[in-house]
């Protein structure tokens, strides 16, 4: 079993930016891929990254190019989104995720282990 954990949401300003962190415990995540989601309200949970088993391949939706990155360290079971140049738009729960999969992946049905989320808003 998989538990996963994220933190560093909170309110930001548009131009700023946040850094969210993803904790895994109960299982090591080093042979999964894993990836970022968010859902705002009243719209379904989107991709937002995703990363390679090794971080050694990503994948951005086109609204998260060029401002956000997405890292992990496998030493300390952990993923991280880092955005920059935050936008309203960005407002929504932020979900982690991991797959059962090595090779990244954005298709949401293959992400099998979730977090609770983690709220991020951005004012203008």
């Known amino acids: 079993q998989v538990r996963l954990v994220e933190s560093g949401g909170g309110l930001g300003q548009a131009g700023g930016s946040l850094r969210l962190s993803c904790a895994a415990s109960?299982?090591?995540?080093?042979?999964?891929?894993m990836g970022w989601f968010r859902q705002a309200p009243g719209k379904e949970r989107e991709f937002v990254a995703g990363?390679?088993?090794?971080?050694?391949?990503?994948v951005y939706a086109d609204s998260a190019k060029g401002r956000f990155t997405i890292s992990r360290d496998n030493a300390k079971n952990s993923m991280y989104l880092q955005m920059n140049n935050l936008k309203p738009e960005d407002t929504a729960v932020y979900y982690c995720?991991?797959?059962?999969?090595?090779?990244?992946?954005?298709?949401?049905?293959?992400?099998?282990?979730w977090g609770q989320g983690t709220q991020v808003t951005v004012s203008s």
């Open positions: 995720a991991a797959s059962g999969r090595m090779g990244v992946t954005s298709t949401r049905d293959q992400y099998g282990y």
């Open positions: 109960g299982r090591t995540l080093g042979s999964y891929a």
């Open positions: 990363i390679s088993w090794s971080g050694g391949s990503t």
